[in-house]
């Protein structure tokens, strides 16, 4: 599963996984069964300043619903972040449309590795049980850390699906061509290495890409 644009003000994320799509039938990339989001959270990226947060003010990746959201997510905003209005987790997990709509298709699709791509620090993060990632491209490990509502710490610690998060290092500008290139390929070849892939029963999804659309959100808001 591939997704872009968590944070609407991201833009280059979202940019760089319409940029992967057309590069989805190289060799490494067509083993895969692909469930791709390019654009989480449209209504902070087609604001009129985009928004890192949704149009009801919160910010979706840190309202997937971690143990203990309840007491940790609304004190982490107020005490590490001073009530951040950029990084309020909602009043409750799941709250949004669009994280209740991720979970359901993370239920549904059963990725075994997860990839959100998010923008400005430069370096890889990772959550999960496989061996870490130590680069893609010129991005290196470095942790950014584990948030309360995140989908790394959602994903990754608490349901043991591995999370991969790219940050690229500017949210405006894209990176070079050859850089976008690069990151593309280390990824995939680290996961075709190190994710476990189960025999396919024969039910499970061919190999191909699915991109959900704007009509697949809309028809679970409230």
Excluded at 8 to 20: C, H, I, M, P, R
Excluded at 67 to 77: H, T
Excluded at 144 to 152: D, H, Q
Excluded at 208 to 213: C, F, L, N, Q, S
Aim: net charge positive; no cysteine; aromatic share 10%.
């Amino acid at each position: 599963m591939l997704l872009g644009g968590i944070h609407g003000d991201e833009l280059t994320a979202s940019a760089v996984v319409f940029k992967w799509l057309q590069q989805a039938q190289i060799p490494l990339a067509r083993d895969f069964a692909w469930y791709v989001v390019p654009v989480l959270n449209p209504d902070g990226l087609l604001a009129a300043k985009p928004s890192r947060v949704n149009a009801r003010g919160v910010d979706l990746n840190r309202n997937f619903p971690t143990p203990g959201w309840q007491e940790e997510a609304p004190r982490y905003w107020s005490k590490a972040t001073a009530s951040d209005p950029r990084r309020f987790p909602g009043k409750g997990p799941l709250s949004e449309p669009e994280t209740r709509w991720l979970k359901a298709e993370i239920d549904r699709f059963k990725p075994n590795v997860i990839v959100s791509v998010h923008a400005p620090f430069g370096v890889l993060d990772f959550d999960g049980p496989a061996p870490v990632p130590e680069r893609f491209g010129r991005l290196q490990f470095n942790r950014v850390g584990v948030y309360p509502g995140s989908l790394g710490n959602y994903s990754g610690l608490h349901r043991n699906i591995p999370v991969i998060t790219i940050e690229l290092p500017n949210a405006q500008a894209m990176p070079p061509a050859k850089e976008v290139d690069r990151i593309w390929v280390d990824m995939l070849t680290w996961i075709t290495l190190n994710v476990h892939r189960p025999k396919e029963p024969a039910t499970a999804p061919k190999a191909g890409t699915r991109v959900a659309t704007g009509a697949d959100k809309a028809a679970n808001r409230n």
